[in-house]
């Protein structure tokens, strides 16, 4: 597993605490409320960034069923097939959230982006944002040659869109081992993989950053309702606990002052104990969701992403490392 602690300027630190100071003295809706969650969701998260690419949306239909997509195309030949999850705590957010990432994206890695849209809690509790998930999957396996002209999947997933996105691979691993084949890689931002919460989580202040420790309980109680510790620690809803074996080489990257932090720590080090590659990005001063929200740090973690997934995909993974240096651990 490779550790690195992604170094920034000192004056970019210095914008992303004036950042997360305004952030932790924002008022923040109550999503357990019908209005608070409709505010929440009419909410743009997202910095704006010029997008060039024009996205399509389709419906497709594959093994595990139907499902909506966004795509977006390069210019130019596609090396691979990035499908990417979003985020927003099971219970808001749209594959057009990420229009400016994925966009960037497409456009300096040279892939295919695929971002799936899933049903929301509480109206639709787990596990139907994962059947959602598993559906533009199965499609996109099976398709991928004809509509590409690659055989070659990255899975990407935010926040929840992590902890769907790994599961969407669990999930293809056993019962469609022919389409799981075609997976390469993993790009995981920001995951939450324990439900029940790591140490980093439990010990976040009310005033974390953009993710505070209220919402968290209140969005897994949304989206897994009734649901007590014990039966959330289970590899079927909290993918930290789950059999991790024959997984693709693995990117997490997490601000330093998220509270999902540990879920990322714990996440690389089981990936790569259970024989699976994996390197954990972690960059300092930055909260939950700073990718495409923060621009200070944000945006050369997007770069890293980029080229993290260009290189995997051209098979390169060697000269890349070299070439980012930084302050980086490796252990076998």
Known sequence: MT?????????????????????SAAELPDPATAEGLA???ATTFQVPAPVELVPV???????????SVRIFRPAGPVTGVVFHVHGGGFVLGAPADDDAVNDLLARTAGVAVVSTRYRLA???????????CLAAAGWLAGAVEEEFGTDRIVVSGYSAGGHL??????????KFPELFRKVVGASLVFGVYDLTRTPSSRSAAPDTPVLPPRWIDQFVGMAFPGLGDEELRD?????????LHGLPPALFTVG??????????????????????????????????????????GLPAQRRINAWVKALLLGARQPLDAELGGRAGQSN
């Open 122 to 132: 509480p109206e639709h509790p787990f596990p139907a944002a994962l059947d959602d």
């Open 39 to 41: 505010v929440m969701r």
């Open 3 to 23: 550790f690195r602690f992604e170094p920034v300027p000192e004056s970019i630190v210095e914008q992303m605490r004036e950042i997360n100071a305004r952030f």
């Open 165 to 174: 996105a790994v599961q969407t691979l669990l999930r293809l691993r056993d």
């Open 256 to 297: 330093e002052l998220d509270p999902l932090l540990d879920d990322s720590l714990f996440m690389a080090a089981r990936w790569r104990a259970a024989g699976g590659a994996s390197e954990l990005a972690v960059w300092p001063e930055s909260p939950h969701g700073f990718v495409g929200m923060t621009p200070p740090t």
């Open 235 to 243: 590899g079927a809803y909290s993918p930290l606990y789950a059999d």
């Open 57 to 67: 949306d389709r419906v497709v239909s594959g093994p595990a069923g139907e499902a």
